[in-house]
């Protein structure tokens, strides 16, 4: 994997003002900050990289937290979440001592644009036509809605898996990737994936998109969110399994958490970040008028409110990544927290 710097900045990129930012953020952190070029996509113009930053201790004996975002290349604001919770802590390694301290016991990964192409063009899929979200090899176990769940019809219509049996697109792969490489394995690993266009309410979705069976670390979902609405209250955030909304074919966290279930060594709880879109449009229905008002807040005051309001979330889920140890269940508890979330998001009682 190549060792990318913030100097080797390939010329060629056509100017996207999130990989700038995130080149001044390198830039910015200096030796706490590490940073690889993944892969790199061809777009018109030139090429653009996707690029992976990591901070704090590689020692895979020590839980590790992702901040994902751009996935989807029409959500910036997903991207800009990352890249502001990023800045903060770069720019707070200059005097925070007790930063420091949790980096010495702590792994940080962050890639904020996965999809650089559909980010500079505008558009949810990659610059070959393709979902991401639902280009791993992976079919849901129960009838799909309609193209949203992922289709194989054609590229021009959204939400194309991939021809059947090619390999996953580069940004797919290199998300896995960088996954396996920093996250998977550890005792405890958890990412965040920040997307935006759903609803009225900001969620927290976990495994499983392509299945209404319940993850094998309920319990542990279950702990962590009594530890967030202990802890963060008031919050805005709904947590639920994404199964509760719509199935997917091909998404990549149902895909990773497989893969940690076949590895079988450590907890690993993917999360991804629906910001509740819709109540920007409601507050500014113009918004509705702009191809990217469905998914982005358009107004600057109410972007600035928007990355805010998220901030204290993501520094949360560092500090839970850094503390799982002391929440997660034990075996005393693991059947309560299992029991509890059955009844809480699968009703059941069994
Ligand atoms: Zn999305």
């Known amino acids: 994997m190549a060792v990318f710097t913030a100097d080797a900045a390939p010329v060629v990129a056509p100017a996207l003002p999130e990989l700038q930012e995130l080149w001044r953020l390198i830039d910015q952190g200096g030796a706490m900050v590490?940073?690889?070029?993944?892969?790199?996509?061809?777009?018109?113009?030139?090429?653009?990289?996707?690029v992976a930053v990591t901070m704090g201790n590689p020692d895979p004996a020590v839980p590790g937290l992702g901040f994902i975002g751009g996935v989807h290349g029409l959500e910036r604001i997903g991207a800009q979440v990352v890249l502001a919770y990023l800045g903060s802590l770069v720019r707070r390694l200059r005097w925070d001592l007790s930063l420091h301290q949790q980096l010495e016991s702590l792994r940080l990964v962050f890639l904020p644009v996965v999809n650089p192409g559909g980010v500079l063009t505008g558009?949810?899929?990659n610059p070959q036509g393709v979902d991401l979200m639902r280009n791993a090899p992976q079919d849901a176990e129960h009838p799909v809605p309609f193209l949203v769940g992922g289709q194989r019809l054609s590229r021009r219509l959204p939400w194309y898996r991939g021809a059947i049996g090619a390999p996953m697109q580069p940004e797919s792969d290199a998300l896995c990737r960088l996954v396996r490489e920093e996250l998977l394995g550890r005792p405890v690993a958890?990412?965040?994936?920040?997307?935006?266009?759903?609803?009225?309410h900001d969620r927290i979705w976990f495994p499983y998109a392509r299945s209404r069976r319940p993850m094998r670390h309920l319990a542990e979902v279950h702990a962590l969110c009594e530890v967030l609405d202990q802890g963060l209250s008031p919050h805005p955030y709904i947590m639920e399994p994404q199964s509760r909304h719509y199935l997917t074919h091909g998404?990549?966290?149902?895909?990773l958490y497989d893969e940690s279930i076949t590895l079988?060594?450590?907890?690993?709880?993917?999360?991804t970040l629906?910001?509740?879109?819709?109540?920007?449009?409601?507050?500014?229905?113009?918004?509705?008028?702009?191809?990217?008002?469905?998914?982005?807040?358009?107004?600057?005051?109410?972007?600035?409110?928007?990355?805010?309001?998220?901030?204290?979330?993501?520094?949360?889920?560092?500090?839970?990544?850094?503390?799982?140890?002391?929440?997660?269940?034990g075996p005393e508890s693991r059947l309560d927290h299992g029991e509890q979330a059955l009844i809480r998001w699968y009703r059941r009682r069994d």
């Open 264 to 271: 079988d060594r450590g907890v690993f709880l993917p999360m």
């Open 274 to 329: 629906e910001m509740g879109s819709w109540l920007w449009v409601k507050k500014n229905p113009r918004q509705l008028l702009s191809r990217h008002g469905m998914f982005n807040p358009l107004i600057e005051h109410r972007q600035r409110r928007v990355l805010r309001r998220h901030m204290a979330w993501l520094d949360f889920m560092t500090r839970a990544a850094q503390g799982a140890s002391r929440w997660m269940p």
């Open 123 to 125: 558009s949810r899929a």
């Open 190 to 200: 958890m990412t965040i994936d920040c997307h935006s266009g759903f609803g009225l």
């Open 34 to 50: 590490r940073a690889r070029e993944l892969a790199r996509v061809s777009v018109a113009g030139g090429e653009l990289p996707v």
């Open 251 to 255: 998404d990549l966290w149902d895909h």
